[in-house]
C-alpha cells in the first residue's frame, strides 16, 4: 500500500509509524478489500480519546482509486467513531490534496489552515487543511 502515497509529498506517515501507533488506546485500522484482491484496496487509520475522533490517514491503492472506496471507507470510520463514543471527527489534509473533495462531498467542513505545514522531499511547501464533521444524529451520507 506504500504506492497509495506519492513520493513528491514526503508524506509523514511511514510503514513503521502505523504499525507503532496502532498499539495506542483508541486507535483503529480499517481495511477496504475487493472480492479476489490479495491486498487491500484502501485503509484509514483512526483513533477517538475525550469524545472526538480523528481521521490520521486514509489511503487507496491507485489501481483502486475514482471506484467510490474511499468514500464507503470514510463512511465505515464515521460510524465506527459515533459508535465508539465520539461526538465530531477530524482530520488535516494537504490543501491540493484530491481528497478534499471527497471530505467536503461527506460533509466536513473547513474549520482551519496551516500555511506552508508541510513539507516536500524537494523542500517546497505546502499548506494544511483542517475539516471537522459533528456527528450528531442528523448526519447521513450523501451517497
Not at 475525550?50 to 486514509?58: F, Q, R, S, T
Not at 481528497?99 to 505545514?117: D, H, M, P, Q, T
Not at 516536500?120 to 456527528?135: I, Q, V, W, Y
Request: glycine residues 8%; positive net charge; contains cysteine.
Amino acid at each position: 500500500m506504500v504506492a497509495a502515497f506519492d513520493p513528491r509529498f514526503g508524506e509523514a506517515w511511514t510503514p513503521s509509524q502505523c504499525l507503532g501507533i496502532l498499539s495506542l488506546p483508541g486507535v483503529w485500522l480499517t481495511l477496504a478489500e475487493v472480492d479476489g484482491d490479495s491486498e487491500p484496496a484502501a485503509f484509514a487509520l483512526s483513533r477517538v480519546a475525550g469524545g472526538e475522533a480523528e481521521l490520521l490517514l486514509l489511503a487507496t491503492a491507485p489501481t483502486r482509486r475514482r471506484q467510490g472506496i474511499a468514500a464507503l471507507l470514510l463512511r465505515s470510520v464515521i460510524e465506527d467513531a459515533r459508535r465508539r463514543g465520539a461526538e465530531a471527527i477530524h482530520l488535516e489534509v494537504r490543501s491540493a490534496n484530491p481528497a478534499c473533495r471527497l471530505y467536503r462531498a461527506e460533509g466536513f467542513v473547513k474549520v482551519g489552515a496551516r500555511r506552508a505545514y508541510y513539507r516536500g522531499n524537494a523542500g517546497e511547501r505546502f499548506d494544511a487543511e483542517t475539516f471537522s464533521l459533528s456527528l450528531n444524529a442528523t448526519y447521513s451520507p450523501t451517497k
